[in-house]
């Protein structure tokens, strides 16, 4: 739906490519009698007015330069992914060729921080551990390129395998075997890092991103995304998970700057996570409850955990009872899909 020629015209040729019926709409009105029955729904950045509400639009089609607008856009339709193009038609071709394809997938958890250092990184790989050692197919995917490289909590920088400078100009359909047989591993799950050094990297466009979270859902049945909290990494990884953790300390200020931040995910089906001590269990459901969050659980506050990852053993921490507790009542949730 879209009253964009340039927008028609793109996904027009897209949708033949692949062999996708395409029905074109401009307004509300002409959407409404297909809207309840189509497949998927393409909505142009140029629309305002929906028809009533009985589903989201699939994807939200741009134009590049567009901006941040377009995923504030997005946030405010219910959108479930948002596509640049010309830049990302490699991308739609794959997911509308999917749309025929029962089977989504892995499925892609988001994990990210309600302020800096609320352990968010900590939590991504001790649920990535435990998952690991219940055999699940586990892949880590670190989500900020500011981040300073997650490989250096799990002390697996020298491990061999791709990190995403490598796959910075990745684009349309990436083997599955081609990805999962090239990636890193450590404690037992496979890991995509950006490097633990101080080079600066190339920058990864969005759609060589999607490319690979489509290869890792076919390989993987578990993905676990640390998305870290600035804006390129929310517009770039959160809008492709199917279920964010939000985790924070209890803290009265955490808890302000986690609202603010819950402002500017997506419309995904989003979960707390408080990280404290045993009194935590007692701040959660309050501080939850003025998010308007469900709370998932606790993340336990271990004395030295914060230098462990400085030195690259948080999987040695990952083995203790109090961390495994914590893991496994998350996994026990995402089974139940209770997220």
Do not use: Y
């Amino acid at each position: 739906m879209t009253g964009n020629v340039r927008l028609q015209a793109e996904a027009e040729r897209i949708a033949a490519a692949v062999g996708v019926g395409l029905r074109t709409v401009v307004d509300s009105s002409a959407a409404s009698p297909m809207w309840d029955t189509a497949g998927i729904v393409l909505l142009g950045s140029d629309v305002r007015e929906l028809p009533p509400r009985r589903r989201a639009p699939s994807v939200l089609l741009g134009l590049n330069g567009e901006g941040d607008s377009l995923w504030q856009l997005g946030a405010a339709l219910g959108a479930e992914r948002v596509a640049v193009l010309p830049e990302a038609a490699a991308w739609l071709a794959e997911h509308l060729g999917r749309s025929r394809d029962p089977d989504p997938g892995g499925l892609l958890l988001g994990v990210t921080g309600g302020c800096g250092g609320a352990g968010a990184s900590t939590a991504a790989v001790w649920l990535a551990q435990e998952a690991a050692v219940h055999g699940v197919r586990t892949l880590l995917v670190d989500g900020d390129s500011r981040g300073g490289g997650l490989e250096l909590c799990l002390a697996a920088e020298d491990a061999p395998g791709l990190r995403w400078p490598d796959l910075a100009g990745a684009s349309g359909s990436i083997g599955t075997g081609q990805l999962s047989d090239s990636l890193p591993v450590a404690g037992g799950f496979s890991f995509l890092s950006w490097p633990g050094s101080r080079d600066r990297s190339p920058d990864v466009e969005p759609g060589a991103v999607a490319a690979v979270l489509d290869a890792a859902r076919r390989g993987f049945e578990l993905i676990i995304v640390d998305i870290g909290r600035g804006t390129e990494s929310l517009g770039s990884f959160a809008w492709d998970c199917d279920r964010i953790l939000l985790v924070a300390p209890a803290q009265l200020r955490a808890a302000v700057a986690t609202a603010r931040l819950l402002q500017e995910l997506p419309p995904v089906d989003t979960a707390l996570v408080i990280r404290g001590n045993a009194g935590a269990a007692l701040d959660g459901p309050l501080i939850a409850e003025s998010l308007g969050l469900p709370l998932h659980c606790v993340l336990p506050e271990l004395r030295g955990t914060a230098a462990a990852a400085e030195l690259g053993r948080l999987l040695e921490f990952g083995k203790r009872k109090a961390v495994r507790r914590f893991a496994e009542s998350v996994l026990q949730l995402l089974d139940d899909g209770a997220v």
